[in-house]
């Protein structure tokens, strides 16, 4: 089993940055993919942001060119730096783990086996 705690939310004015952080333990050895979902209130599950196990990054289009997922060498710490926040991007943010290939599809679906906790992130205008 994979255990997943998320840290870094908070309340920001749009433009702000947040850095969010995730640490994984257990059973890690297995990752496919590490992500970043998001859900709003009333609002669907979404991907956020995504990367493999070669280290291959994807994005929601809704974030790409202001959201950066990265992870540290030992894969236990993922982390996802957020600029230029838009209210729009006001939601409870998950990391999330998988050990199967996920699609595209399933990523911006946020179909991941693994969540943590979540993180809630909000932007004022």
């Known amino acids: 089993q994979v255990q997943l705690v998320e840290s870094g939310g908070g309340s920001v004015q749009a433009g702000g940055s947040l850095r969010l952080s995730c640490v994984a333990s257990g059973d890690i050895g297995r990752m496919q993919y590490m992500a970043w979902l998001r859900q709003a209130p009333g609002k669907e599950r979404e991907g956020v942001a995504v990367?493999?196990?070669?280290?291959?990054?994807n994005y929601a289009d809704s974030v790409k060119g202001r959201f950066t997922i990265s992870q540290d060498n030992t894969k236990k710490i993922l982390s996802l730096q957020m600029n230029s926040l838009k209210p729009a991007d006001t939601a409870m943010y998950y990391c999330?783990?998988?050990?199967?290939?996920?699609?595209?599809?399933?990523?911006?679906?946020?179909?991941?086996?693994?969540w943590g906790q979540g993180t809630q992130v909000t932007v004022s205008s």
């Open positions: 999330a783990f998988d050990s199967r290939s996920r699609s595209l599809r399933q990523f911006l679906e946020g179909d991941f086996a693994t």
């Open positions: 990367i493999g196990n070669t280290g291959a990054t």
